[in-house]
Nanobody, 116 residues
Framework: VELVESGGGSVQTGGSLRLSCAAS????????MGWYRQAPGKERELVAV???????NYGDSLKGRVTISRDTSKNTVSLEMNSLKPEDTAVYYC???????????WGQGTQVTVSS
């Protein structure tokens, strides 16, 4: 499974961004797709995940300000982020879990910078 993110960039406080991730390869094996982020000097943390059946979980950091969606026909997962804050500045990584062994795959990451 290969994952390619797009949509990162710079935005001012209070702004919005939409991130997208396109999956290719053995996509029929994907069970879960989601987004994580990592700020400098911090551990990678969950932003949101969406399961095959459509249910989703959100991390605490962006809860209430983010919506994850998946288009299975296009093999994409998107993240709509609103009311962004400087502390949301991080590299955002697309994630997929696939196969009977629940193998984990990562995209290359996309930078999101929120300025005050």
């Amino acid at each position: 499974v290969e994952l390619v993110e797009s949509g990162g960039g710079s935005v001012q406080t209070g702004g919005s961004l939409r991130l997208s991730c396109a999956a290719s390869g053995s996509i029929y094996r994907i069970k879960v797709m989601g987004w994580y982020r990592q700020a400098p000097g911090k551990e990678r943390e969950l932003v949101a995940v969406i399961f095959d059946g459509g249910s989703s979980n959100y991390g605490d950091s962006l809860k209430g300000r983010v919506t994850i969606s998946r288009d299975t026909s296009k093999n994409t997962v998107s993240l709509e982020m609103n009311s962004l804050k400087p502390e949301d500045t991080a590299v955002y990584y697309c994630n997929a879990v696939a196969g009977v062994r629940w193998d984990v795959y990562w995209g290359q990451g996309t930078q999101v910078t929120v300025s005050s």
